[in-house]
């Protein structure tokens, strides 16, 4: 079995790590383009790095924790039409939940009809074979 190269391996890591404090930073230049305030979970959405990896890392962490000091005013840019369509949406789910319940009521109700039909069925088919001569009883 071959062993890795340490070497490789720590320089790997390096760079992954280089990467995930890149995409950081970027994420904290477009946080203060748009206005937006600055906390861990805003820089890890917009970074696409995790919470923790914010943490962890001393001086990403100290530069958010002053930028959200300095940042604690702002209001989130939030569309006015979020609030409308946050209804809206809920709206809709409502309407499809009762749409949902009212088709599940019919399927049952068809289901327990085909039932009753597939045992008169079945019974017939028995009493046929019992006494195959029998004419069709009502």
């Not at 995409?23 to 820089?43: M, N, S, Y």
């Not at 039409?81 to 409502?94: G, K, L």
């Not at 749409?99 to 008169?120: F, M, N, P, Y």
Request: charged share 30%; aromatic share 2%; hydrophobic share 40%.
């Amino acid at each position: 079995m071959t062993r890795g190269n340490p070497e490789l391996l720590a320089q790997a890591a390096s760079r992954k790590r280089q990467a995930a404090r890149d995409r950081a930073d970027a994420g904290i230049r477009a946080l203060l383009k748009a206005g937006t305030p600055i906390t861990f979970e805003a820089v890890a959405t917009a970074g696409h790095v995790s919470k923790d990896f914010l943490y962890r890392t001393p001086d990403l962490r100290n530069r958010i924790q002053d930028l959200r000091s300095r940042t604690a005013g702002m209001r989130a840019a939030v569309p006015p039409s979020e609030p409308a369509a946050a209804t809206s949406t809920s709206n809709i789910v409502r309407t499809l939940t009762i749409a949902l319940r009212d088709e599940r009521a019919r399927h049952r109700a068809e289901i327990s009809g085909l039932k009753a039909a597939l045992e008169a069925a079945h019974g017939e088919l028995l009493r046929l074979r019992r006494h195959p001569g029998l004419p069709k009883a009502d």
